[in-house]
């Protein structure tokens, strides 16, 4: 009989009919106690050979009612049985003394219990199959308490952990981590108010000074008193997380609490994190006497480009068409077999015609819109493309097609086109002209070409070619849409756009209120960006394979499209200056950040990489005090590829001959976009008409070679060599 199932009556020797009595069986079991017929009815003690003993009640030759088991090991249960099974209320003592006292269900532990381990550690609350499932406190030897919603063995959901330095995390958890809304409040009663994901901060909070701590939302992640605990469960051995409670979090040694300065010069400071590096920090008030009368205030969320396509917008019913289109297409496509490309799957003749009547077909489901016909272009190219750039199926149509609507932009340029965002800013649909389709459709085979034998080109992604044609209404003369990649799908802001072609002849923004969403051009740049030596490399060569490809297909007017989040904080110095601390790493602090010194780690060379290495975590190691501590940090947990999280340092000079120049941390976005502008003859009477009015290399239609010419320069300039910084003095 084993300890796990309790052990079931086994009587396959028992052939008496006495009433009670004491027997040795021929298998050398021993039973004493009372019978009906040949099977143990009423009490008894029945000895296996094996050395296990039960003592107790028992019906039809099954061990049930309340008894008390005994394993050679030294373990024993006293409580309710059920069919042989440990069912009921019942105490099980381990040999190391580990006890469960509390309810079972077949032989597992289920209900209300309480464990007490070996170690000294305790567990007081609910359990499901064996496993803490429910309300429940684990209290450590140490004196580490947790008081909240476990799931399946872990920590989950809402509930507060106090540390024995008094310390305490009160908010949501997820498989044993902080993860979610909560707070931090450290013995001194300072606090930290924000986000979790993993264990580590990440996303934006609030740090209150001591004795600053809005009440309130103390109580908004109270967890439930022991009286009123309704369920949980708990392992086999003491708990175990993936962090020693020893000596509590690492936010128990946080700077903030470290400091021994009063409240009134400690600041409440607004910090943003990107798992668990702080790459900003605001100061949000200084003033105690201000603190305490001031309401406090949550801060806003960002304001997104574009505005919400809902009911009742001028696009509403084209945005429904459009996410029913793809939707119903690409889920066909997904459970098909996927066919090798073809020539026969280029061109305009390669088009899958589908219509979607309102009240929906065989095909199709009932939609609330008019009647259209839905076109898809060459689509088993498109799917091999998606495929190529990484594109889950699953993940494209919840990122288009989901509940949330989308967000229509209009173009800054000249084309008309209006843009649909996506609400996780990952796609881009593009209202496309006739003409910028017919360039698409005969360039499609180089491209694809293009993006085989250069996976880290940095043109524009393309992923579907779509058209909607509304049955009995006029066509517009923008019925069909490109879905492409956005090149700023970041969770850090991007704090300055540029769209920049090498040419300078009404290349400057005319807006007088410059914000994060504008688009500045040209004449607006006034930073350098210095890379790491490798990636400066990589870059200016994939820049060259690109205008190479545009060349060859005579496309111009293309742009480099440039994003730019600044790391440097945002405040003035919060803490004293630490000597000890590198000069870069000073910034982390708010300390002066034109006096680092620049420097950028080694990478290893990319442009060796084999082309499989599209997506890699780059570790970037620095030879020395002086190098971008903080950076590299972040460099660590970004996803870097070229063009996508890249660390640089950016400088920008206030005098024509750089003698002065502000240093800066940046990570940037960038992408050529803009790829579907032949040099044809309406270009080439705009090149004719302009020459006669402005210098001819200054202007955006020129020859496709000179344009490639010019925007690689471009690159090269604002991309400098290191040997060509500007050092601030």
């Not at 947790?146 to 995390?169: A, C």
């Not at 017919?438 to 579907?464: A, C, R, W």
């Not at 490639?708 to 040997?723: A, T, Y």
């Amino acid at each position: 009989m084993s300890e796990s199932d309790g052990g079931e009556f086994d009587h396959p020797s028992l052939r008496f009919a006495t009433t009670n009595g004491e027997r040795t069986l021929s298998n050398g079991d021993f039973y004493a106690g009372s019978w009906q017929g040949n099977l143990p009815e009423g009490t008894g003690k029945y000895l296996w050979s094996d050395g296990c003993m039960y003592e107790g009640e028992w019906g039809n030759g099954i061990k049930t009612g309340r008894g008390r088991i005994s394993w050679p090991s030294g373990a024993t249960y006293e409580g309710e049985l059920l069919c042989g099974n440990l069912h009921g209320r019942g105490v099980y003592t381990g040999v190391d003394d580990t006890t469960y006292k509390g309810s079972w269900r077949m032989n597992l532990k289920h209900g209300e219990g309480v464990k007490s381990y070996a170690n000294g550690d305790v567990y007081e609350g609910f359990w499901k199959a064996g496993l803490q499932h429910g309300d429940g406190r684990y209290i450590w030897q140490n004196g580490n308490q947790y008081v909240g919603e476990w799931r399946k063995g872990v920590m989950n959901g809402k509930g507060v952990l106090r540390w024995s330095n008094g310390d305490t995390y009160n908010g949501q958890w997820l498989d044993g981590l902080e993860h979610g809304h909560g707070v931090y409040t450290w013995t001194d009663g300072a606090c930290y108010m924000g986000t979790w994901r993993k264990g580590v901060k990440d996303g934006t909070g609030i740090f209150y000074p001591t004795g600053y701590f809005p009440p309130r939302s103390r109580r908004s992640f109270e967890a439930p008193a022991a009286s009123e605990l309704s369920g949980s469960d708990c392992p086999a051995s003491p708990m175990e997380r993936r962090w020693s409670l020893e000596g509590g979090l690492d936010l128990t040694h946080s700077k903030e609490s470290s400091q021994k300065k009063s409240a009134i010069d400690t600041p409440v400071l607004e910090r943003e994190y990107v798992q668990g590096v702080l790459i900003n920090e605001i100061v949000k008030q200084g003033d105690a006497a201000s603190l305490k009368v001031s309401k406090r205030r949550q801060r806003r969320p960002a304001k997104r480009p574009g505005e919400t396509v809902i009911k009742g917008h001028g696009s509403y019913d084209l945005m429904l068409n459009l996410q029913l289109g793809i939707r119903t297409n690409v889920g066909k496509m997904t459970l098909d077999t996927a066919p090798d490309v073809c020539p026969q799957d280029f061109g305009p003749r390669s088009v899958f015609v589908l219509k979607f009547p309102r009240l929906g077909s065989h095909l199709t489901p009932p939609h609330q819109s008019l009647d259209f016909k839905w076109r898809d272009y060459c689509p088993n190219v498109f799917r091999s493309l998606r495929k190529m750039f990484r594109i889950d199926s699953a993940d494209y149509m919840m990122s288009l097609c989901g509940n949330d609507a989308l967000r229509e932009i209009s173009s800054p340029g000249k084309s008309g086109s209006v843009f649909y965002l996506s609400q996780d800013d990952k796609f881009m649909i593009k209202t496309m002209r006739k003409a910028e389709v017919k360039v698409l459709l005969e360039m499609l085979p180089s491209y694809y070409e293009h993006v085989q034998s250069s996976s880290n080109t940095l043109i524009t992604k393309f992923f579907g070619l779509h058209q909607v044609e509304p049955q009995g209404g006029r066509k517009a003369s923008f019925s069909k849409s490109i879905l492409m990649g956005n090149v700023f799908c970041t969770d850090l802001h991007i704090h300055r756009r540029f769209d920049l072609k090498g040419s300078s002849q009404g290349r400057s923004t005319d807006k007088v209120e410059i914000d994060e969403n504008t688009t500045l051009k040209d004449l607006d740049l006034n930073f350098v960006f210095h890379l790491e030596a490798s990636w400066r490399q990589c870059l200016l060569k994939q820049i060259e394979q690109d205008c190479k490809f545009l060349e060859s297909q005579r496309i111009m007017d293309y742009s480099l499209l440039l994003g730019v989040h600044f790391r440097a904080p945002q405040c003035p110095a919060v803490f004293s200056p630490v000597p000890s601390l590198p000069p870069d790493a000073a910034a982390e602090y708010g300390l002066d950040s034109s006096k680092r010194s620049g420097t950028l780690a080694t990478t290893e060379d990319l442009c060796s990489l084999p082309k499989t290495t599209r997506y890699r975590h780059i570790d970037i190691l620095y030879p020395g005090i002086s190098s971008l501590r903080v950076l590299c940090f972040l460099s660590r947990r970004l996803q870097i590829r070229l063009g996508v999280n890249m660390p640089a340092r950016a400088d920008r000079s206030h005098c024509d001959d750089g003698t002065s120049s502000d240093v800066y941390d940046v990570v940037l976005y960038l992408g050529i976009i803009d790829i579907l502008q032949q040099y044809d003859i309406t270009k080439r009477v705009e090149h004719a008409y302009k020459s006669l009015q402005f210098d001819s290399q200054s202007i955006s239609a020129v020859d496709p070679r000179l344009y490639s010419n010019r925007f690689q320069e471009l690159v090269r300039r604002i991309f400098p060599s290191n040997d060509t910084s500007v050092v601030p003095k």
